[in-house]
């Protein structure tokens, strides 16, 4: 082989690994955008919800909820009292929901499913809600299947959830007794053009235990 072919193969292999794909470390830099560790990231999603120790665990929800692709009006829907320890616990009256996937969307929407022991999170990468690019995590090991979260990138509020073959859209943020919340959720199935489902929280009280 000649010298230059020699120098001209070492050209190549040296742009092979100065132009080579990012590496997994570069990859969640990206995605978590800025530099943030996923760790911080996290920290971030609960402070902008009060901290990890305001969060929901043990409450009791009034909710007011409407099948169809418009939104009932207060007088039109009446509103039921839940007692919830997600995602192990919804109950209605007397009776337990049982097996509802209901109570995983719940364990979301009040981060417990951030902080479990169990979930395994990844940074993937965000979607256009609301006109901004979100910041997102896919939650796995405690939730089958795996589970998107998608926050604000400013606020860093939870905005949207895509789980199963739904899609959770959250608005109407409030706060009661230290912990931040979307109270409105606006369900929709997966390449729908409308939604089919409205969910309100009305109010929620914190329980020290199940009754």
């Not at 995605?31 to 996923?38: C, K, M």
């Not at 009776?95 to 719940?106: L, M, Q, W």
Request: glycine share 6%; hydrophobic share 40%.
């Amino acid at each position: 082989m000649s010298i230059c072919c020699t120098f001209k193969c070492s050209l190549v292999l040296v742009a092979g690994i100065f132009f080579a794909g990012p590496s997994a470390a570069a990859q969640e830099k990206t995605a978590a955008q800025d530099g943030d560790s996923l760790p911080v990231l996290i920290e971030k999603c609960f402070a902008a919800a009060g901290g990890r120790e305001q969060r929901l665990s043990t409450f009791r929800m009034i909710e007011r909820y409407n099948a169809g692709v418009e939104k009932a009006a207060p007088e039109k829907s009446q509103p039921r009292s839940s007692v919830l320890q997600p995602p192990n616990v919804w109950i209605v009256g007397e009776k337990e929901r049982g097996s509802e996937p209901a109570k995983f969307v719940v364990w979301a929407w009040t981060l417990g499913i951030l902080d479990a022991p169990q979930t395994k999170l990844e940074t993937i990468p965000g979607i256009t809600e609301n006109g901004h690019t979100t910041r997102a995590f896919r939650a796995s090991g405690s939730v089958t299947p795996a589970m998107d979260l998608h926050f604000d990138p400013q606020s860093f509020r939870l905005v949207r959830v895509d789980w199963r073959d739904d899609i959770y859209r959250f608005s109407d943020w409030r706060e009661h007794d230290g912990a931040g919340f979307h109270a409105q959720t606006t369900i929709w199935k997966k390449n729908a053009v409308k939604p089919w489902f409205f969910h309100e929280v009305v109010s929620v009280e914190r329980l020290e235990k199940l009754p």
